[in-house]
């Protein structure tokens, strides 16, 4: 089954102690995304990916990393997670050009805790 | 920039009735898509419908169907005979393309969202 698959779909963490949210596609796809998504604001993206070792801020990158070392795997790394990056966060991947055209494929969602 | 605004941030219906929620949209692009995904409570992010600029027709996919106002910039979705499962969370997004060191990609830019109640 083609999919998007995110890890843990829930986590509770405290303030700065480092965290990694993993995502992975079995599509083959190249473009892959983070978004957060919170009250009020609808999704905003974070970082993404149009192939491997290729990455770029979003429109809200500030305390984020993220790395492409293979095609498949994106993970979304909170080095030093604080209260203000507790959210819903969504993994989204697509062929490049695609997502103007046909949209992503969502992973499951995390929500993330900091306290 | 690419912009997209839902002014609706909850509203309500009763079952097999007939809804409407709202999306303006603002790009300098002459051709991209548009977009409504369904939330549901189990935060899956399901495709409802999708509209393509350059096409006058509006989309349809079963119960729900889409008002393109492209020269007001206004994308509304309409869902007929509201069921019991169409609450939800309903984002309305924008696909654009943008440039990046040279090279083209695509984007979604998404609005606040607008909840979705049914009430039997």
């Known amino acids: 089954e083609a999919q998007v698959t995110q890890n843990p779909r829930y986590l509770i963490t405290v303030t700065g102690k480092k965290l990694t949210v993993t995502c992975s596609q079995n599509m083959n796809h190249e473009y892959m995304s983070w978004y957060r998504q919170d009250p009020g604001l609808g999704l905003r993206q974070i970082y993404y990916s149009m192939n491997v070792e290729v990455t770029d801020k979003g429109d809200v990158p500030e305390g984020y990393k993220v790395s492409r070392k293979e095609k498949r795997n994106f993970p979304l790394i909170l080095e030093s997670p604080s209260p203000n990056q507790t959210s819903l966060y969504f993994c989204a991947s697509s062929l490049r050009t695609s997502p103007v055209n046909y949209g992503y494929t969502f992973g499951s969602g995390t929500r993330l805790t900091v306290v | 920039a690419q912009t997209v605004t839902q002014s609706q941030p909850e509203m309500s219906v009763q079952e097999a009735e007939t809804v409407t929620l709202s999306c303006t949209y603002d790009t300098s692009e002459s051709n991209y898509y548009l977009f409504w995904y369904k939330q549901p409570p189990s935060r899956q992010m399901i495709l409802v419908i999708r509209q393509e600029a350059y096409k006058q027709q509006n989309a349809t996919e079963n119960r729900f169907s889409v008002n393109f106002q492209k020269a007001a910039k206004s994308f509304s979705l309409k869902i007929s005979d509201s069921q019991l499962g169409d609450t939800a969370m309903y984002f309305c997004?924008?696909?654009?393309?943008?440039?990046?060191?040279?090279?083209?990609?695509?984007?979604?830019?998404f609005g606040q969202g607008t909840i979705l109640t049914v009430h039997p």
């Open positions: 997004a924008l696909g654009g393309q943008y440039n990046a060191g040279g090279t083209s990609y695509g984007k979604l830019t």
